[in-house]
């Protein structure tokens, strides 16, 4: 499968085209084009801010104009935030990378325009896309950094293509604890419960103790808390004793 191109269309500092290039590789992008960049190329300013993403620096196309940059392409999309006089379809960001995902996957050739810093994509540029990128943004304040607009595209695109969970557990070195675990922590529990007489009275102790033990098991201890559990139930009852 063949990953996007991020095209970088006559960009105006150096430094932001090296955040683009960390922003892409950030998401396992590596396919960069640049056409007419202002200050030319390569780019110490580039380099540096690159780090180690220099290598798509390295790799990356250059060329005089955007016709060139997308002439082996089969779909282009352009990103922009303002209005257009032109008729096109018009995604989301989340939509457009699953639309090139689908593409990439039939051996497709996709291309996403990204505009210079000052004003964006020209009308003439976006003229020659398949589709627009529009992303949801504060009306008065649309304008996205360069780099930004890479990593929100970078971002979707490797939403589209890896499985992550929406939510995990960081179990911060430790791991859930086992069934018979939590219920050693229950058994804990209710012989000092009943000591303390908690189980009153008696005809309701047995729903008492039944909700008590589902409420162990919903919780999703890990092992380190039931032994935290444990160790506050034997300091409580050491405390007691000592005091008579």
């Given amino acids: 499968m ?12 150096g430094e932001n085209i090296g955040a683009a290039a960390r922003a892409m590789l950030n ?11 202002r200050d030319g190329w390569p780019n110490p300013k580039a380099v540096a801010m ?6 798509l620096l390295d790799n990356a196309g250059l060329f005089p104009d955007v016709q060139a940059a997308i002439a082996d392409c089969d779909y282009v999309f352009a990103t ?3 209005g257009r006089e032109l008729v096109k379809p018009v995604v989301t960001p989340e939509r457009a990378m699953e639309m090139a995902r689908a593409m990439a996957a039939e051996g497709k050739r996709v291309g996403v ?5 000052r004003a964006g994509l020209e009308n003439e540029d976006v003229a020659l896309a398949n589709a627009i990128v529009t992303v949801p943004v504060n009306p008065e304040f ?3 950094n360069l780099a930004q607009c890479a990593l929100l595209m970078g971002y979707e695109w490797r939403r589209q293509t890896e499985a992550v969970a929406p939510e995990v557990m960081g179990l911060a070195r430790t791991e859930f604890a086992s ?3 939590v219920e050693k922590l229950g058994d804990h529990f209710e012989e000092r419960l009943d000591a303390a007489g908690f189980f009153f009275p008696p005809d309701k102790a047995e729903g008492m103790k039944l909700n008590l033990r589902n409420m162990w ?4 201890l890990t092992r380190a808390e039931v032994q935290t559990f444990h160790g506050m139930l034997r300091q409580i009852a050491f405390m007691l004793k000592k005091q008579g």
């Avoid at 325009?113 to 810093?117: I, K, M």
């Avoid at 098991?217 to 999703?220: E, H, Q, S």
């Fill in 27 to 37: 998401f396992g992008l590596e396919r960069m084009r640049i056409v007419d960049p």
């Fill in 217 to 220: 098991a919903r919780l999703g």
């Fill in 113 to 117: 325009l990204f505009g210079p810093e």
């Fill in 179 to 181: 069934r018979v675990d």
């Fill in 50 to 55: 690159a780090s180690g993403a220099g290598r």
């Fill in 2 to 13: 063949i990953a996007p191109s991020f095209i970088l269309v006559r960009p105006q500092m």
């Fill in 80 to 82: 922009t935030a303002r």
């Fill in 142 to 144: 649309p304008s996205l």
